[in-house]
């Protein structure tokens, strides 16, 4: 199966510093997708990513799809209290049309 | 973006009884998947429900365990079967989009 290593696995941050996590994998992906999730949540849609080299931006967050397209990063800018969570990179999977969901990045910030 | 519920948020239930999980949904959705949570880990997809046809199990999911209906575009609902502690997991419902996919609130099954 594929191997799709998320790192760093967490992140003791200080408000206000950035914040940068990536995926990468052996496998060839055609959408990269980026979630967060809260405590007692669901994972919720940060951005989406469909073309080798793209580069998205949401608000403070900046994704970019790999020009491989085996990897792709997610930078959120200036960090605040409410991107306490946990991140997931999700691709998804060229032939299945399934997406494979990362390990996961549980960003804690010291205010 | 599809908004989805499901229902219960979450519940504790004793081994050997069976959990039924709803998924509804605002809009009319062809795909609509489970998901898994296991405490501290990462999702982990059980099957993809389409209307009108089997749901479609992955590899360590099996219907006996994890029995999908899928009645009309807008509702699903997942029944975790003779449960065990290993159960206890965040279950999700989730719906595509386009090349978009989102997900329920998810429901917290504790097994004692």
């Known amino acids: 199966g594929q191997q799709l290593n998320q790192s760093p696995q967490s992140m003791f941050i200080q408000e206000g510093e950035d914040v940068s996590m990536n995926c990468t994998s052996s496998?060839?992906?055609?959408?990269w997708l980026w979630y967060k999730q809260d405590p007692g949540e669901g994972p919720v849609l940060l951005i989406a990513?469909?073309?080798?080299?793209e580069l998205t931006s949401n608000g403070r967050l900046t994704a970019q799809f790999g020009i491989t397209r085996k990897d792709s990063f997610l930078n959120i800018s200036a960090s605040i209290p409410s991107d306490v969570g946990i991140y997931f990179c999700?691709?998804?999977?060229?032939?299945?049309?399934?997406?494979?969901f990362g390990q996961g990045t549980r960003l804690t910030i010291n205010p | 973006s599809a908004v989805i519920s499901q229902k219960p948020s979450r519940d504790i239930c004793q081994r050997g009884t069976s959990l039924t999980i709803q998924c509804q949904v605002d809009?009319?959705?062809?795909?609509m998947f489970w998901y898994r949570q296991q405490p501290g880990q990462s999702l982990t997809l059980i099957a993809t429900?389409?209307?009108?046809?089997?749901?479609?199990?992955e590899s360590g999911f099996v219907i006996d365990k994890f029995p999908i209906s899928r009645p009309n575009l807008t509702f699903s609902t997942l029944t975790v079967s003779n449960l065990s502690p290993e159960d206890s997991s965040i279950y999700l419902c989730?719906?595509?989009?386009?090349?978009?996919?989102?997900f329920g609130p998810g429901t917290r099954l504790t097994v004692l």
């Open positions: 989730s719906v595509e989009e386009g090349a978009e996919q989102f």
């Open positions: 496998s060839i992906f055609n959408t």
């Open positions: 990513l469909y073309k080798a080299g």
């Open positions: 999700a691709p998804r999977d060229q032939g299945a049309q399934k997406l494979v």
């Open positions: 809009s009319q959705v062809t795909m």
């Open positions: 429900a389409n209307q009108g046809s089997e749901a479609t199990y």
